[in-house]
């Protein structure tokens, strides 16, 4: 419920906002036991537009967990505290299966592959 109520917040703020061409889905939300915090992981494409969105995100949290609120109302006891992270995972396919059509074989040499970060 959180996913797909956050998935169409963020979707009308880039669109209140004039951000065309850009796809802006959630593709996680992991939610504390106790409704403290969520930890909310946002795919951005074009990914040279990520990091900028994504500070925007987050500067916008507090409107976007009221905007939340107001749409849950009756569902949640308590709206958790929003972290928004940046969600690398299908960058980090497209590298493989790049490196995998053009012979290499990441599983022999690793080192053709940037490492995730843990987050």
Known sequence: MLQQDLAEILQRMAIDAGLKGIILSVSKVHVAPDLSN????????????????LKGIQ??????????AQRTK??????????????????????????????????????LLDRRKKS
Request: proline share 8%; hydrophobic share 35%.
């Open 38 to 53: 969520a930890r909310v992981y946002v795919s951005i494409f074009p990914t040279k537009e990520a990091g900028p969105l």
């Open 59 to 68: 500067a916008d949290k507090v409107a976007i967990r009221h905007e939340l």
């Open 74 to 111: 009756n569902q949640l006891r308590r709206v958790p505290e929003l972290h928004f992270y940046l969600d690398d995972s299908l960058d980090y396919i497209e590298n493989i299966e790049k490196s995998l059509k053009d012979g290499e074989d990441p599983i022999e040499n690793p080192d």
